[in-house]
C-alpha cells in the first residue's frame, strides 16, 4: 500500500472518530441547551423596533442549566435562569415534560473610565424537561427566587415511594 493510501485511509478513520464524537456530545448535551429564538425586543426613543439587530445578535444557543431530583412524594425540577422575572415564565406539563417557556430582556448600561458600556440580551425561549414519574398536575406549585426557578410536581398517589422493610435470613 502506497503512503498517498495510508494517509487517506488514516484521514478517512480519523474523520469518522471525529463525527461519532461530536454526535455522542450532542446526544448527551441535547437536554440541556436551548435555542433562543428573536423575541419582541423593546422600543428605541423614536418609537421604532430597536429590538431588530440585537436580536439577530442574541439569537442562538444558551444553557438553562436544570437539575430533576425526586424526593419522597414530589418530583423537584430546578432550572437557571438568572435575569427574569416571575411573569417570564410560562409553565406547561404535557404527557411526561415539564415545558418551560419564557423571554428574556435583559438590558445593562453602566460606564467604565471614559466608556459607556450597553449589553442587551433578547430572545424566547422553550426547554422540554422529562419527568421521571406521572405527577399530578393540578397540584404543581413553582417558586423563581434568585435566578433559580423551582418547580414541585407532586407524584400521583399509586407512584409515591414507599419504604419497606425486608428481613434477612
Not at 35 to 46: C, E, I, N, S, V
Not at 56 to 75: C, K, P, Q, Y
Amino acid at each position: 500500500m502506497s503512503t498517498l493510501h495510508q494517509l487517506r485511509d488514516g484521514l478517512h478513520e480519523a474523520w469518522g472518530s471525529l463525527v461519532d464524537g461530536w454526535q455522542r456530545l450532542y446526544r448527551r448535551a441535547a437536554g440541556a441547551i436551548t435555542r433562543f429564538t428573536p423575541g419582541m425586543g423593546t422600543k428605541a426613543a423614536d418609537g421604532k423596533q430597536a429590538g431588530q439587530q440585537i436580536a439577530a445578535r442574541s439569537a442562538g444557543w444558551g444553557v438553562l442549566a436544570a437539575e430533576v431530583f425526586d424526593d419522597t412524594d414530589n418530583i423537584v425540577v430546578r432550572l437557571e435562569a438568572p435575569g427574569l422575572e416571575k411573569a417570564d415564565f410560562d409553565l406547561e406539563i404535557l404527557d411526561d415534560y415539564l415545558v418551560v417557556r419564557g423571554e428574556k430582556q435583559v438590558e445593562r448600561e453602566r460606564t467604565e473610565g471614559h466608556y459607556h458600556v450597553t449589553e442587551c440580551a433578547y430572545g424566547r425561549f422553550e426547554r422540554a424537561i422529562p419527568l421521571p414519574e406521572a405527577v399530578e398536575t393540578d397540584k404543581a406549585r413553582a417558586r423563581y427566587k434568585n435566578g433559580v426557578l423551582r418547580v414541585e410536581l407532586p407524584k400521583t398517589g399509586s407512584r409515591r415511594r414507599r419504604t419497606i422493610t425486608v428481613d434477612v435470613q
